[in-house]
């Protein structure tokens, strides 16, 4: 088992920023890659971002593109998400999820163990 904890979430102004924590204990965290996801009130999950197993690799969704950094830790077990110029549309629960590859996928059907998610608020 895999347990996965967020925490980072928060109340912003626009253009703030936030920068998001998921620790990850039990079974092993490498050589997994992993993602942000998040969901807004009344839409789906969508994809944000992931990190290869290594780090060398990132992917972005176009809407967080030059905005958010995805980065991991091997040696501490976590991931982070550096949020920057946030917008009243990043608002939304955001959630940490262990890839079953060691390469980036957006797929979120993709992804075996999920945290319990973390608030952000960004007010306009």
């Known amino acids: 088992q895999v347990q996965l904890v967020e925490s980072g979430g928060g109340l912003v102004q626009a253009g703030g920023s936030l920068r998001l924590s998921c620790a990850a204990s039990?079974?092993?965290?490498?050589?997994?890659?992993m993602g942000w996801f998040r969901q807004a009130p009344g839409k789906e999950r969508e994809f944000v971002a992931a990190v290869s197993w290594s780090g060398g690799t990132t992917d972005y969704a176009d809407s967080v593109k030059g905005r958010f950094t995805i980065f991991r830790d091997n040696a501490k077990n976590t991931v982070y998400l550096q949020m920057n110029s946030l917008k009243a549309d990043d608002t939304a629960v955001y959630y940490c999820?262990?890839?079953?590859?060691?390469?980036?996928?957006?797929?979120?059907?993709?992804?075996?163990?999920w945290g319990q998610g973390t608030q952000v608020t960004v007010s306009s």
């Open positions: 999820a262990r890839c079953l590859y060691s390469s980036v996928v957006r797929d979120p059907a993709r992804y075996d163990y």
């Open positions: 039990g079974r092993t965290f490498s050589p997994y890659a």
